[in-house]
């Protein structure tokens, strides 16, 4: 069974970056990729990045030129670097992992909150 742990979320200044790790066990031999998502309030959760096996990475218009996100395949891990944070950036952040077969896992999230 696929469990992810994500990490790195807090409180932090409008302007400011944050760095969340997501580290997976028991993934399957192969993935069709690792994404993050969130959810902020009042609204459906919603793709913030994503990046496919063969390293290929999409973004959300939202984000684009703000966010990175990295994969580490030794550590069976993917990270979401994020800089010039805004207050419409809080949010829960959520881990997923969506096997070869299409079966989509998460993680159980992590609160960003972003303040003036």
């Known amino acids: 069974q696929v469990q992810l742990v994500e990490s790195g979320g807090g409180l932090v200044q409008a302007g400011g970056s944050l760095r969340l790790a997501c580290v997976a066990s028991?993934?399957?031999?192969?993935?069709?990729?690792m994404a993050w998502y969130r959810q902020v309030p009042g609204k459906e959760r919603e793709l913030v990045a994503r990046?496919?096996?063969?390293?290929?990475?999409d973004y959300a218009d939202f984000v684009k030129g703000r966010f990175t996100i990295s994969g580490d395949n030794a550590k069976n891990a993917v990270y979401l670097q994020m800089n010039s944070l805004k207050d419409e950036d809080t949010g829960v952040y959520y881990c997923?992992?969506?096997?070869?077969?299409?079966?989509?896992?998460w993680g159980q999230g992590t609160q960003v909150t972003v303040s003036y």
């Open positions: 990046i496919r096996s063969g390293g290929r990475t």
């Open positions: 997923n992992e969506q096997s070869k077969w299409f079966k989509n896992y």
């Open positions: 028991g993934s399957a031999v192969s993935r069709n990729f």
